[in-house]
């Protein structure tokens, strides 16, 4: 087995990968990309005992309205995962898995962003042009290990170096569902490699296989929306 650097949170390792490592541009919608961090939070509390899963009364449909509730209510330290916490642990009724997503991406991206530069992984870097009255910013990588470590986990999972962790196994899925394969390098034959990852993420436990579906079609109901 392949050893590796210690893992950020799924959502820290699923926003880097959206991104271009030297640019800093995103590689897909901002919105569509706030959703599977929505995803990603959830799957985290999951893994670590903090959050359950009942389905709704007369649903038999896995990922569509499954209800979620609190195995424990004590806060984990983080500040975004502590809100998710919160916004499950006060909703009345129970919020549905689909709904919490949807509601939950709001202002996730920033949020997200803002916690990778106060950890000192990215950089706000702000350019003005024409004469100060135009303003970009960029948030680029201080250290692109982080990424690469990412990236180098999924392509051990799929090339069967390493056998897939929870964490890696549940990132394979979103970045398989938000079609960030083909901005990876990961591998010539991304058709073939997202068969791979697809494979592995649909042998994880089924809350986490229901969160990233959830992720799907909040994704899909964006693009219909989109062409309306």
């Known amino acids: 087995m392949t050893a590796l650097p210690p893992q950020l949170p799924l959502r820290d390792e699923l926003f880097l990968l959206g991104h271009d490592d030297d640019t800093g541009q995103l590689h897909i919608h901002r919105q569509a990309l706030a959703l599977g961090l ?4 959830l799957i985290d509390l999951f893994l670590a005992g903090r959050v359950a899963f009942d389905p709704a009364v007369g649903d038999d449909q896995p990922g569509t309205e499954r209800r979620l509730w609190l195995r424990l209510h004590e806060p984990v330290g983080d500040l975004i995962a502590d809100s998710a916490l919160s916004s499950i642990r006060y909703a009345r009724p129970a919020p549905s898995l689909r709904g919490w997503v949807r509601g939950f991406h709001d202002a996730l991206y920033e949020r997200t962003r803002a916690g990778l530069v106060a950890g000192g992984i990215l950089r706000h870097q702000q350019r003005r042009r ?48 938000l079609g ?49």
Do not use: C, M, S
């Open 38 to 41: 929505a995803g990603a939070v």
């Open 130 to 177: 024409f004469g100060g009255l135009t303003r970009t910013d960029r948030y680029l990588l201080l250290d692109v290990k982080w990424p690469v470590v990412a990236r180098a986990r999924l392509h051990y999972i799929a090339t069967g170096r390493n056998q897939p962790d929870n964490h890696t196994a549940a990132l394979a899925g979103l970045v398989t569902t």
């Open 180 to 228: 960030l394969l083909n901005h990876l390098y990961l591998a010539d034959d991304t058709t073939v490699l997202a068969a791979q990852l697809r494979t592995i993420a649909e042998q994880h436990y089924q809350p986490v296989r229901d969160i990233t579906a959830a992720v799907d079609a909040a994704v899909g109901d964006l693009a219909t929306a989109a062409y309306r």
